[in-house]
């Protein structure tokens, strides 16, 4: 009954906010805003637009099959993004006192790490209404326009709460040069490196011994192989290319074999041009059928087989793979 009330109270707030438009937000407006170091205006702006954009999100659940709804899983994130936003709102006509903006840091702290499995919980949802009866094609349809419009929703929260909690709490940067989330001068090669590291330990915790990779840059504008630099934001490039490398590398030790002595290398090629950056990964993993590659971007989609789902909140246990979530989320990042 509580929970009753407390989403009846909540609709009101949700339907007020859904009626305004989410800020267009880009790397330049971040570094400017970063740069001004007003912790105020940063306060002042994410109460509003946090609201705004989590309901625009429970807009969205209007295209999701009524069945998922239903699902254990899906109404835990439910209560997740509930919470989160009674939080926020709780700032609502709250003056920016320093006690105040220090409260409204942690408590983006508390939501970021609250939401950090959303996505496998997702799949979980997902997982439990195929247990109901089999998911016919308009609820796939439908699915995967709803998982397009939340996930990349769920990207934008995320990186004004990073940018806010990394400027203005007790986390620092991963490196001094940054602005925040912004890496002015990131170097491409070493967040692949970092990525690659990341997926090979995920492998050699499943007792797999792992292909090395060989990383090459090029840069266009200088017509010379040098490193690559751009204004960027890391954690992107690295979920991106994560993905990818782990797919070549399972996609490798599948082809040749687990008794293997040796694994050909997987090949990175980063090449920055006048207007945009490529990351090229080729491996010898035997490539992808013609009929599965209409596939490979529908979520839930997997050649691995699905494992089970833990709701632990840790993330050493994540699947190597089988969820089906990997290269749809990596696309939305890109």
Known sequence: MHLSRTVFKLSKHFEYYSKFQPTVVTLKSLIDFAVKDDIIASYKFLRVELLVRWSHMRKEMNYIPA??????????????????????????NVEPT??????????????????????????????????????????????QYFYDRIFINRIGIRTLIYQHTLLFGNESPPTSQQVGIIDPYCDVARVVQDAYATAKRLFERASYRVPDVEITSYNARQNEDSQVTIVYIPAHIYHITFELLKNSLRATIERHGLDAKTYPSVRVHIVKGHEDLTIEIADRGGGVSRSKLSHLFHYMYSTAPKPQIESTGDAKGTPIAGLGYGLPIARLYA
């Open 67 to 92: 069945r998922l709804l239903e699902m254990p899983s899906f109404k835990h994130i439910n209560s997740l993004y509930d919470q989160s936003f009674s939080e926020i709102l709780a700032f609502k």
């Open 98 to 143: 320093a006690t105040t903006l220090r409260n409204f840091t942690e408590t983006l702290v508390g939501i970021r790490r609250r939401h950090a499995d959303i996505v496998p919980t997702f799949a979980r949802a997902y997982m439990e209404m195929e247990q109901t009866g089999p998911v016919d094609l308009i609820e796939k349809n439908r699915l």
